[in-house]
């Protein structure tokens, strides 16, 4: 027992100098910092398993009483870069002891329109053992045209500078706390993530190695103007017309598609696999019908809206800029668009950065939004935010992987996206499907909604979802471990296998997992075997699937 008592007394002394010692390190490093436009205005050494709270984080990014969770011993550091005389963005360091570090970093992106540091992923990447970082995009808060009234210099920080300084810091800031640089530069992102990193690896090919990109909102001004346009289609802001369809209805009437389309993919889950391959009849929701109660039911004014909700949206020269809004997904988006009888989208996106950035006038209102407002959006491009762009040549040339993910219940950005920019990469690059996939993969998953959650087995490692599972920290199923498989042994993802949870709680009970494939491969049920279980589904050609 004495000598049990001692190890355990020398073990808690040689910890407590252990982080004595680091902590020192990360003190005596941050005072030492040398990087231009750099400053240090946070630093501390903090133990895994700490949970640390984040005083002045604004409400629309979680706070006030938001918290993050330390995943590794490491030194944190909270640093103001000076990107022009009018602008600044806010980045986040945390760096693991040196021991622990897996000698890669990995930066993250934003959401919607920036202002929020991704501690989730950031989270994530410390826990495997990356120098990871996070970035606020130019400014604090993702709600409000005041974020860019005025400042020309903060829309280009969140319209395409903002990573590339990441990048840049995270890259200096690993070679002078380790004394060496990454051996690979990694970067993970969602939704506007998306859009940031596809528009980083065109614009600046040798930020990165390997790239996690979901949901990627890229063509990012038609997606956002893609909002107000259905919501004028389906009678807003006349909210008393014959044709204005009520926000009570859309549920109903995306049932009612579910029902109708669920089981043409061979299974009947609730889940349109691939909605992109069908079109709807809303007659058949028609009051007398039956399909529907009186209180839901369309009366022939609505059935037109429905339908034009549907279609795909073109430009004022006629040319469709943006995919339909794709069945069985939900619509509040655009449907929820009233408060209290008054006119108001819920979807505050647009009316930000329209006001704040496209007309610079705080008075600005989408009410009477139209084709014409989104042109001159794409037309002024603020801060080269539309990132639209196909040409990654460089980034291919420079031997760098992109694995991209998307649902395919996607409510924000309709996953046809993903399928036309990948296309538009291969047309672009000239080059063949087995050349274009030995750099770029695209999984698309059934069921899955904007970056994370719904019906679908979703989780595979997703950016901005914390925690990972730590039983299946694998290339198989995590897509940020397959991506460093990619990038640093070759070996590209054939599969990728997705996993659902007990009440979507990462780490809990597994109630179904699911096999996806890379594009153009589609995930098929085997007809046999229990479609809760991977092993049943098999990635087929698209022209294959009606035989099975």
Same mark, same amino acid.
């Given at each position: 027992?004495?000598?049990?008592?001692?190890?355990?007394?020398? #073990?808690?002394?040689?910890?407590?100098?252990?982080?004595?010692?680091?902590?020192?390190?990360?003190?005596?490093?941050?005072?030492?910092?040398?990087?231009?436009?750099?400053?240090?205005?946070?630093?501390?050494?903090?133990?895994?398993?700490?949970? @640390?709270? #984040?005083?002045?984080?604004?409400?629309?990014?979680?706070?006030?009483?938001?918290?993050?969770?330390? !995943?590794?011993?490491?030194?944190?550091?909270?640093?103001?870069?000076?990107?022009?005389?009018?602008?600044?963005?806010?980045?986040?360091?945390?760096?693991?002891? /040196?021991?622990?570090?897996?000698?890669?970093?990995? *930066?993250?992106?934003?959401?919607?329109?920036?202002?929020?540091?991704?501690?989730?992923?950031?989270?994530?990447?410390?826990?495997?053992?990356?120098?990871?970082?996070?970035?606020?995009?130019?400014?604090?808060?993702?709600?409000?045209?005041?974020?860019?009234?005025?400042?020309?210099?903060?829309?280009?920080?969140?319209?395409?500078?903002?990573?590339?300084?990441?990048?840049?810091?995270?890259?200096?800031?690993?070679?002078?706390?380790? =004394?060496? =640089?990454?051996?690979?530069?990694?970067?993970?992102?969602?939704?506007?993530?998306?859009?940031?990193?596809?528009?980083?690896?065109?614009?600046?090919?040798?930020?990165?190695?390997?790239?996690?990109?979901?949901?990627?909102?890229?063509?990012?001004?038609?997606?956002? *103007?893609?909002?107000?346009?259905?919501?004028? +289609?389906?009678?807003?802001?006349?909210?008393?017309?014959?044709?204005?369809?009520?926000?009570?209805?859309?549920?109903?009437?995306?049932?009612?598609?579910?029902?109708?389309?669920?089981?043409?993919?061979?299974?009947?889950?609730?889940?349109?696999?691939?909605?992109?391959?069908?079109?709807?009849?809303?007659?058949?929701?028609?009051?007398?019908? =039956?399909?529907?109660?009186?209180?839901?039911?369309?009366?022939?004014?609505?059935?037109?809206?429905?339908?034009?909700?549907?279609?795909?949206?073109?430009?004022?020269?006629?040319?469709?800029?943006?995919?339909?809004?794709?069945?069985?997904?939900? !619509?509040?988006?655009?449907?929820?668009?009233?408060?209290?009888?008054?006119?108001?989208?819920?979807?505050?996106?647009?009316?930000?950065?329209?006001?704040?950035?496209?007309?610079?006038?705080?008075?600005?209102?989408?009410?009477?939004?139209?084709?014409?407002?989104?042109?001159?959006?794409?037309?002024?491009? /603020?801060?080269?935010?539309?990132?639209?762009?196909?040409?990654?040549?460089?980034?291919?040339?420079?031997? =760098?992987?992109?694995?991209?993910?998307?649902?395919?219940?996607?409510?924000?950005?309709?996953?046809?996206?993903?399928?036309?920019?990948?296309?538009?990469?291969?047309?672009?690059?000239?080059?063949?499907?087995?050349?274009?996939?030995?750099?770029?993969?695209?999984?698309?998953?059934?069921?899955?909604?904007?970056?994370?959650?719904?019906?679908?087995?979703?989780?595979?490692?997703?950016?901005?979802?914390?925690?990972?599972?730590?039983? #299946?920290?694998?290339?198989?199923?995590?897509?940020?471990?397959?991506?460093?498989?990619?990038?640093?042994?070759?070996?590209? /993802?054939?599969? @990728?296998?997705?996993?659902?949870?007990?009440?979507?709680?990462?780490?809990?009970?597994?109630?179904?997992? +699911?096999?996806?494939?890379?594009?153009?491969?589609?995930?098929?049920?085997?007809?046999?075997?229990?479609?809760?279980?991977?092993?049943?589904?098999?990635?087929?050609?698209? +022209?294959?699937?009606?035989?099975?």
């Amino acid at each position: 027992m004495i000598s049990f008592t001692w190890s355990i007394a020398v #073990l808690a002394a040689f910890i407590v100098r252990l982080v004595a010692s680091s902590s020192e390190t990360c003190a005596s490093f941050s005072s030492q910092i040398s990087i231009p436009n750099v400053v240090v205005v946070a630093s501390e050494y903090i133990p895994n398993g700490t949970q @640390i709270p #984040l005083p002045g984080t604004v409400e629309s990014c979680g706070g006030p009483d938001i918290t993050a969770n330390i !995943t590794a011993d490491l030194c944190r550091l909270v640093l103001i870069v000076t990107t022009t005389s009018s602008s600044e963005v806010q980045m986040e360091a945390w760096l693991p002891d /040196p021991e622990s570090w897996n000698r890669r970093s990995l *930066a993250t992106g934003n959401g919607g329109i920036g202002g929020c540091i991704d501690y989730a992923t950031m989270q994530n990447g410390a826990g495997l053992g990356f120098a990871s970082f996070g970035t606020n995009a130019g400014h604090n808060g993702s709600v409000g045209y005041e974020l860019f009234l005025n400042q020309p210099e903060v829309i280009n920080d969140f319209g395409h500078r903002a990573v590339h300084i990441e990048a840049e810091v995270g890259k200096e800031l690993v070679a002078q706390y380790y =004394g060496a =640089g990454a051996s690979k530069n990694y970067y993970a992102g969602c939704s506007t993530g998306g859009r940031q990193g596809f528009q980083n690896a065109h614009l600046y090919p040798e930020d990165f190695d390997g790239m996690l990109l979901g949901s990627p909102g890229v063509d990012w001004l038609h997606i956002v *103007a893609s909002k107000g346009i259905l919501a004028r +289609r389906i009678g807003w802001p006349n909210i008393n017309s014959s044709e204005y369809v009520r926000p009570e209805q859309w549920p109903a009437i995306v049932e009612a598609q579910i029902e109708q389309l669920d089981a043409l993919d061979g299974v009947a889950d609730g889940i349109i696999d691939d909605p992109t391959r069908y079109r709807f009849d809303p007659t058949s929701l028609a009051c007398g019908t =039956g399909f529907l109660n009186s209180s839901l039911c369309l009366s022939p004014q609505q059935i037109e809206s429905v339908r034009r909700a549907y279609e795909p949206v073109a430009n004022t020269s006629g040319h469709v800029v943006y995919p339909s809004f794709e069945l069985g997904s939900k !619509t509040d988006v655009f449907s929820d668009n009233q408060v209290n009888g008054t006119a108001m989208l819920s979807y505050t996106i647009l009316q930000d950065f329209w006001s704040g950035t496209v007309y610079n006038d705080s008075s600005w209102t989408p009410e009477k939004f139209s084709e014409s407002d989104m042109d001159l959006a794409v037309q002024i491009n /603020p801060g080269q935010v539309n990132a639209g762009e196909t040409d990654l040549m460089s980034f291919y040339r420079n031997g =760098g992987k992109i694995i991209s993910y998307h649902g395919r219940n996607d409510e924000t950005v309709t996953s046809a996206v993903s399928e036309q920019f990948f296309a538009g990469v291969q047309s672009t690059l000239n080059i063949t499907m087995e050349d274009i996939q030995g750099f770029y993969r695209l999984f698309f998953l059934p069921g899955m909604h904007h970056c994370s959650g719904g019906l679908g087995a979703w989780s595979i490692g997703n950016a901005q979802k914390y925690p990972y599972d730590q039983a #299946l920290l694998d290339s198989t199923h995590n897509a940020l471990i397959a991506l460093v498989e990619w990038v640093e042994n070759g070996t590209a /993802p054939d599969t @990728i296998i997705g996993t659902k949870y007990k009440n979507d709680l990462i780490g809990s009970s597994i109630t179904a997992q +699911r096999t996806y494939c890379p594009y153009p491969m589609v995930s098929k049920w085997d007809g046999v075997n229990d479609t809760s279980l991977a092993g049943s589904w098999r990635c087929m050609s698209p +022209r294959r699937v009606g035989s099975v």
